[in-house]
């Protein structure tokens, strides 16, 4: 450590890392008290920071409802030291890095990645958002609208509207009652009105609470600590200290004799049948090292035998349940139950309860011996993962550790989430014992309460009634706890789980005698005791990353199953039988480490397993077994059908954005159905046709097998034998493979396609344009990855940033079936569809202009960019199976292919790029083709009182951009435009790729 950064320096600590864990450590407090955690890795291909400071929407103004996101937003549009707007976005995209950031209840946290030769720079950038941001007059104005449109995206979702339900049902004086997002009326019309100025507001807001004592930065790179160190001393210290104290805020958001021993009946948008039971208790931030929360989730959200959803499936009420802390924050927390229920279960809620109140009172009977038990399995569990746990991206995981250093003791900055130091059976019967009806309130969320309601929430208009609960129900509920007896318990069937026979022991690694970095592929395995015709096998010891884990895919490909929407659909339910079947025994291994998936696919069945490779053949056994013993329940079928029918239905009320994309892969890639023709079928078919469909589908099979792992040879062909002699299918012939092919656009023609929005009561409209280029050889790939990465910043500035057309804004490069294009996709509350792809139509016109004028300079730190994020190297086990699953799913076997496309980036020149961008994106190239998927949005944003009073002035002021550099002319489009209705004519009308996957 150099006497400069010593005398900057006020504490040093080591926190406790993984054993597994080979990067160094060190939190540092700074003169100023911002505390820092440093983290050297030699081996990052990204370097990365991130800043969690401790203030969110708790702390905005009564009078500016989402002032603390809004404040989020500002502080990437410039700064004193970095004026431009896109400066810091620019620098991290040429660089090959990103940015985000999200603002919580509590906290605000920002947090970027950048390759690791800039750093330091942009740690120099970053700094200056906590130092000296401008908040100019023009982007405040602009912003809003980004803000307003980030908001109107959330409207039709439920998600965020039970969210928002939840608080402002809560007490008026707390600030859990807030709504944290904020729009045009609670930023721009309301202040105007009241005479409020938001951007000295902003200023103020973030004099106020941007000050270093509540601010934790992490900061990972390659250079050693002392470096990292001095960086952060010379470009951090500068952050003013104000000494403000963490803001503080009440503990009880709810008032017992209002808000609780209460139901709410919600409507959502989508048709969901939920019911949530929530118990507020204090705060469980300094019993990190206890765990009591962990410890009842664990328990209540039990699916084994014996389990309260066990309980509850078996009687035909539940699909799903799930338990665990619904909020958490310094002074309060609340833990809820939520159950998925049947459209029967939808007349037992007050059963339900008594179920639940059941268990509840099981674990009041547990005795001292059986609480350890069950601590210590939690615990013993939670270290394994902790000792093996993986890497992540490096900038999630400065962000991850930015927010622990908020919540942990320094020591247990790392350790926190995992840790279980002591067992406190008296605090766990604490939390516990706040779990009485009183203390409750039971959400329940229906369509069927449409028509029904008596009140609207205010932000989002989400229906719902209350009512108090029931006053027998509450006295039986009540009744139910204080028994000690457990002949009293109604449900017999209910009782703790028995250890768990899942829990890895042996963490003994294969031998490799590759070293780590050796590049590897599979090698595929010619064995006697698999047929080579039945099974493509491919296995690879991991050389990487050394862990006690392995990942098993199967790819069952089939024609059976891709041969009509009927037999897609019949296959689906299959899988979701199967899956259904094997929870019980299934959800140990899950608690274990454990994972797996059974999913139908667009050519067949994929099965994928992975975790700690110990008990993970015992797992994949049962499983393979249960695919071809398959039991069909009518109880079950019917749960599974209706809940898949109602996926299909809420389809309709996804996001314009993503109808835009549906229909954009109807129109182009064959063995696609519509949703439609699925939900036809899923409302046809019965369980004597899933029992007569399984013998058929399962008799023929195309079957490629990777594993990869900690797992040498003899065990990848025992599994793979087990798979064969369980299924003992038929080898499907190579003429009857499922064929994935997309359909060749004509040059010089402009598709287009537009439909209304489903849901009636969406604001938003959507657009996707799509230019297609060809089949993805190696050079066409690194040409459009080249292209896409330079295009992408300078398209969200502009359509994004300037001139404000919507909250989502993307553009990239698209790979469909073995075929390259680009999209670029916009979703606007506030415009329509035809104006949205006339303004990208009119930004690519513009793009072409500075691609031009482009300098060498610029031009290779975008190539060393994308280089540099194609050589990235893998983090996880699961990357490194999935890189080598892609060339084995699309027999092609190139495993090298990264290699053969960063030799040709590194050949590629701006000439190069500008012919590739005239070819397939300039308006008339006579190459071009273009097909352009558009949503409509069906209703309008609804206009407050203060909208209509200031609308000209909102025009004027939100568009002050355009005063300042007037927006292009959308340029005429003298290619041959075809407006597009039907799916299928179209895809009929045109010639084929060749089967290129």
Known sequence: MSSASAAALVSQVTPVKSAEDEREYRIVTLSNELQVMLISDPETDKSAAAMDVHVGHFSDPDDLPGLAHFCEHMLFLGTEKYPDENSYSK??????????????????????????????????????????????????DREMNAVHNENSKNLQNDSWRLFQLSKSVARKDHPFSKFGTGNLETLMHTPRKLGIDVRKALVDFHAEYYSANIMRLSVLGREPLDVLEKWVVDKFSSI????????????????????????????????????????????????????????????????????????????????????????????????????????????????????????????????????????????????MDFRFKGKESPSSYCSSVAGYLQ???????????????????????????????????????????????????????????????????????????ASNDAADNQNKELHLPEPNPFIATDFTLRETKHKKTDKIAPERIESKQIESDAMELWHKTDNVFRKPKLEVRVQFSSSVCVASARNAVLTAMYTKLVVDSLNEYSYFATVAGLEYSLVATTSGIKLTVSGYNHKLPVLLNRIVLRMRALEVKEDRFELIRETLERSYKNFYLEQPYYHAMYHNWLLLETRRWATPESLAAVQSITSHDVRDFIPRLLAEFEVQCLVHGNADSDEAVAMAQDIRKQLNYRVLPSSCLPERRLVCLPDNVHYRMTKPVHNPDDVNSAVINYYQVGP?????????????????????????????????????????????????????????????????????????????????????????????????????????????????????????????????????????????????????????????????????QPETEQSKESNGAEEEESNGAKEEEPLRAVPEDRSEVIEVDDHIKFRRSLPLYPVLV
């Open 91 to 140: 620098f991290l995209s040429e660089h090959g890095g990103h940015s985000n950031a999200y603002t919580s209840m509590e906290n605000t946290n920002y947090y970027f990645d950048v390759t690791h030769p800039f750093l330091e720079e942009a740690l120099d950038r970053f700094s200056q958002f906590f130092v000296a941001p401008l908040f100019t007059e023009s982007a405040t």
């Open 240 to 383: 003013r200290n104000t000494k403000r104290a963490v803001p503080e805020f009440p503990p009880d958001p709810l008032v017992p004799s209002e808000h609780l021993g209460r139901r709410y009946d919600v409507v959502p948008v989508k048709d969901l049948r939920r019911m949530l039971m929530f118990w507020p208790m204090p705060s469980v931030r300094k019993h990190y090292k206890a765990k009591p929360n962990n410890v009842l989730s664990h328990l209540i959200g039990h699916e084994g035998a014996g389990s309260i959803l066990s309980l509850l499936k078996e009687r035909g009420w539940a699909n799903s349940l799930s338990a665990g802390l619904q909020q958490s924050t310094t002074s309060f927390c609340s833990f809820g139950v939520t159950i998925t229920l049947s459209e029967q279960g939808l007349n037992h809620v007050d059963d339900i309860m008594k179920i639940v109140y059941d268990y509840i009172a099981l674990l009041h009977r547990a005795d001292s011996a059986t609480w350890m038990r069950l601590w210590e399995e939690e615990r013993d569990v939670s270290a």
């Open 776 to 940: 993805a050889t190696a050079r066409m790939q690194a040409e459009c990855a080249l292209l896409a990465h330079i295009l992408n910043e300078p398209c969200f500035n502009q359509l994004r940033t300037k001139e404000q057309l919507g909250y989502l804004v993307f553009s990239g490069a698209v790979l469909q079936y073995g075929v390259i294009g680009f999209r670029v996709i916009v979703q606007s509350s506030k415009f329509d569809s035809a104006y949205m792809d006339g303004r990208a139509e009119a930004f690519l016109e513009q793009f072409r202009e500075m691609l031009v004028a482009m300098d060498d300079e610029t031009f290779d730190a975008n190539r060393e960019a994308v280089i540099a994020r194609k050589l990235e190297k893998h983090k996880r086990l699961s990357q490194e199976t999935s890189k080598h699953w892609t060339e084995i799913r699309n027999h092609r076997y190139q495993f090298d292919r990264i290699d053969r496309e960063v030799a040709v980036l590194r050949e590629l020149t701006l000439q190069d790029m500008v012919g590739l961008f005239d070819r397939y994106l300039r308006i008339n190239s006579p190459t071009r083709r273009k097909l352009s998927s558009q949503m409509i949005g069906t209703k309008k």
């Open 407 to 481: 919540k942990y003791a320094p020591e247990d900055a790392l350790s926190g989430p995992w840790l279980f130091a002591e067992f406190d059976e008296g605090l766990v019967r604490q939390y516990l014992n706040l779990m009485r009806p009183e203390n409750m309130g039971v959400h329940v969320i229906s369509q069927t309460f449409d028509g029904q309601t008596d009140q609207n929430e205010r932000w989002y208009g989400t229906a719902y009634r209350t009512y108090p609960l029931d006053a027998k129900l509450m006295t039986e509920l009540s009744s139910q706890l």
